[in-house]
């Protein structure tokens, strides 16, 4: 079975075409920069050997986005697929619905329940659902998946997941915590399972634009920073992270911003964004904070506190840490994180190598450190494409 996979950020797309069950990665592709005002980007590869690339070109909408990529599969990948409705099925990554958690076929009750949830993640249903209606368009004959970020979290044990809030609320309004980048996540606990044989007492550290921390035991998530949207857990690139809920009310009562206001400012313009008052790129972060920017060295502290405060709970809820994982665009790429956070957990006996940390190595600490860190890069595609093969198949 061909089974495309669909990730959709807030400007971009990436795509992976598979060969299920065998895993076959057939086509890769990313289109970054969908705006009507900047310049987009766009890269292909099949298995064939064939690549494509190109900048500085206009991607005003998903649409466009995809059908770019759709006519480099027919047009550039000739044996690979000859027709687009060989494509049997198309997956989705998608972040959160009211009521559906797991990996479930795209019906209109499940798309009606990402259009309810808008509200909760306004940066992600929306691309989604328009990613979602052209390819109901395009490849009329495939069937449509959605696997939820939520999925993996369905183990965490009620007394964490649960909120100080009024039993009504939690269990018929289904306000608690859910979780988000399961498909991350997801694949770090089954790849140390596969590859190296751990299972237990994990802390996956997907840190990127959007960042949280997972705690794994047996192979499972049993707690995760994300609360019930994504706006809450460690600070984001833009988005504010856990705060506290009186300054909303404080915001709108005294300062007199509307509701709309502080919920827009805290999700586009909190984060490290906010703290450094105005750098949401970490690697500018990093540079800014080496000239002298005193913004800047606050916004990177904060994010590690962060780190290091979920991994010290996770540390307590799991009575003990076997290895720490960092993936994700900054747990893979910038080394001065890793430091800065392996530094802080010294206490529990990390120890990494500086030449190995600074080359970006799989293995990251010293033969003599008491926690195995690793460096993975996040491969939330292939997850996603398991869990949708085996919806279909096995119903």
């Known amino acids: 079975m061909k089974v495309l996979v669909c990730n959709v950020g807030s400007t971009s797309?990436?795509?992976?075409?598979?060969?299920?069950?065998?895993?076959?990665?057939?086509?890769?592709?990313?289109?970054?920069?969908?705006?009507?005002?900047?310049?987009?980007?766009?890269?292909?590869?099949?298995?064939?050997?064939?690549?494509?690339?190109?900048?500085?070109?206009?991607?005003?909408?998903?649409?466009?986005?995809?059908?770019?990529?759709?006519?480099?599969?027919?047009?550039?990948?000739?044996?690979?697929?000859?027709?687009?409705?060989?494509?049997?099925?198309?997956?989705?990554?998608?972040?959160?619905?009211?009521?559906?958690?797991?990996?479930?076929?795209?019906?209109?009750?499940?798309?009606?329940?990402?259009?309810?949830?808008?509200?909760?993640?306004?940066?992600?249903?929306?691309?989604?659902?328009?990613?979602?209606?052209?390819?109901?368009?395009?490849?009329?004959?495939?069937?449509?998946?959605?696997?939820?970020?939520?999925?993996?979290?369905?183990?965490?044990?009620?007394?964490?997941?649960?909120?100080?809030?009024?039993?009504?609320?939690?269990?018929?309004?289904?306000?608690?915590?859910?979780?988000?980048?399961?498909?991350?996540h997801s694949f770090i606990a089954a790849h140390l399972r596969d590859?190296?044989?751990?299972?237990?007492?994990?802390?996956?550290?997907?840190?990127?634009?959007?960042?949280?921390?997972?705690?794994?035991?047996?192979?499972?998530?049993?707690?995760?920073?994300?609360?019930?949207?994504?706006?809450?857990?460690?600070?984001?690139?833009?988005r504010v992270g856990d705060v506290d809920p009186a300054i909303i009310e404080y915001m709108m009562d005294y300062k007199g911003y509307s509701f709309k206001d502080v919920m827009r400012t805290l999700s586009s313009a909190g984060g490290i964004y906010g703290i450094s008052d105005g750098i949401a790129d970490f690697r500018e972060l990093t540079e800014a904070m080496e000239a002298g920017n005193e913004k800047a060295k606050l916004a990177f502290d904060v994010f590690i506190h962060d780190v290091i405060k979920y991994t010290g709970i996770f540390y307590m809820e799991m009575k003990g840490l076997n290895s720490f994982v960092f993936t994700g665009g900054i747990g893979e790429r910038s080394a001065i994180a890793r430091a800065a956070i392996c530094k802080e957990l010294a206490f529990l006996g990390v120890e990494i190598d500086e030449k190995l940390n600074a080359e970006n190595a799989l293995i990251i600490s010293t033969p003599e450190s008491a926690v195995k860190v690793y460096v993975i890069p996040a491969n939330e595609e292939i997850m996603v494409a398991r869990k949708s093969y085996k919806c279909l198949t096995e119903q």
């Open 13 to 184: 797309l990436k795509f992976k075409l598979f060969d299920m069950p065998e895993e076959k990665v057939l086509i890769e592709s990313k289109v970054e920069g969908i705006s009507e005002n900047t310049p987009a980007s766009f890269s292909y590869k099949d298995c064939n050997g064939y690549k494509a690339s190109s900048s500085d070109i206009c991607i005003r909408s998903y649409s466009e986005g995809i059908k770019l990529f759709l006519h480099h599969v027919l047009e550039e990948s000739e044996g690979i697929i000859n027709d687009i409705l060989e494509i049997e099925c198309v997956c989705f990554k998608t972040v959160i619905s009211d009521g559906y958690y797991g990996t479930h076929e795209l019906t209109p009750e499940v798309i009606a329940a990402m259009v309810d949830f808008i509200p909760i993640s306004p940066a992600h249903n929306p691309p989604y659902l328009a990613a979602i209606e052209e390819f109901k368009q395009i490849i009329p004959t495939a069937r449509l998946v959605a696997s939820f970020e939520t999925d993996f979290h369905k183990t965490i044990p009620q007394s964490r997941t649960t909120y100080g809030i009024p039993y009504k609320w939690t269990h018929e309004y289904g306000l608690k915590k859910l979780g988000f980048h399961g498909a991350s």
């Open 195 to 238: 590859e190296y044989g751990e299972t237990d007492k994990i802390v996956s550290a997907h840190l990127g634009g959007s960042s949280s921390l997972c705690a794994i035991d047996n192979s499972e998530s049993v707690d995760v920073s994300f609360g019930f949207s994504n706006q809450s857990g460690c600070i984001h690139a833009q």
